[in-house]
């Protein structure tokens, strides 16, 4: 068993944001295609979540290269 490193770790947690900030904003689309406006509502809130997740990983960045340069 290998000792994870903060490079690799950094790695993980990074993709996992991107990838529930893909996901999000799938979620987004699909609720945007239902056509309600209910549902583009809902579109509009999953959309802004999907930011927050951007707006997310560009603070861990920030944090990670801070600590590991």
Same mark, same amino acid.
């Given at each position: 068993m290998t $000792? =994870?490193?903060q490079g690799e770790?950094?790695?993980k947690l990074l993709e996992h944001i991107r990838l529930a900030e893909e996901q999000a904003a799938m979620m987004g689309h699909l609720a945007r295609a239902q /056509?309600? =406006?209910k549902d583009q509502a809902l579109a509009n809130g999953w959309l802004q979540i999907s930011q927050l997740f951007n !707006? $997310?990983?560009i603070k861990v960045t920030e944090l990670a290269q /801070? !600590?590991?340069q």
């Amino acid at each position: 068993m290998t $000792v =994870p490193t903060q490079g690799e770790t950094f790695s993980k947690l990074l993709e996992h944001i991107r990838l529930a900030e893909e996901q999000a904003a799938m979620m987004g689309h699909l609720a945007r295609a239902q /056509g309600t =406006p209910k549902d583009q509502a809902l579109a509009n809130g999953w959309l802004q979540i999907s930011q927050l997740f951007n !707006r $997310v990983a560009i603070k861990v960045t920030e944090l990670a290269q /801070g !600590r590991l340069q």
